[in-house]
Nanobody, 125 residues
Framework: QVQLRESGGGSVQAGGSLTLSCSVSGYRTLRMAWFRQGPGKEREGVAALYPRGGSTYYSDSVKGRFTVSQDYAKNEMYLRMSSLQPEDTAMYYC????????????????????WGQGTQVTVSS
């Protein structure tokens, strides 16, 4: 059974940084990604990567501020977030897919079949 567990969320001041972690057990997935959902908003893909040093992808809203990475040996994924702004406040979710996903779709929630419970990130001004 595949399980994803996020950690590292919290509250920070605008301009601050946080690093989220996602631990995956039960499967070596083909694609992993981070999503977020703010209050009253739809779930939004923010970053994705292909395992083992493959390509990374970012939404325009976080490009240049967030960095996704992976420790393949530990089967963990990370999201380093810097220059955080109040609009980054959201529940952040780790997602994984057991199927191939074309590059143009890596930030689409419907492409992922495994999800964590989420970790809250709150950025105050």
């Amino acid at each position: 059974q595949v399980q994803l567990r996020e950690s590292g969320g919290g509250s920070v001041q605008a301009g601050g940084s946080l690093t989220l972690s996602c631990s995956v057990s039960g499967y070596r997935t083909l694609r992993m990604a981070w999503f977020r959902q703010g209050p009253g908003k739809e779930r939004e893909g923010v970053a994705a990567l292909y395992p083992r040093g493959g390509s990374t992808y970012y939404s325009d809203s976080v490009k240049g501020r967030f960095t996704v990475s992976q420790d393949y040996a530990k089967n963990e994924m990370y999201l380093r977030m810097s220059s955080l702004q109040p609009e980054d406040t959201a529940m952040y979710y780790c997602a994984a897919s057991s199927s191939l996903i074309e590059a143009r779709s890596v930030l689409e929630p419907g492409r992922y079949n495994f999800w964590g419970q989420g970790t809250q990130v709150t950025v105050s001004s």
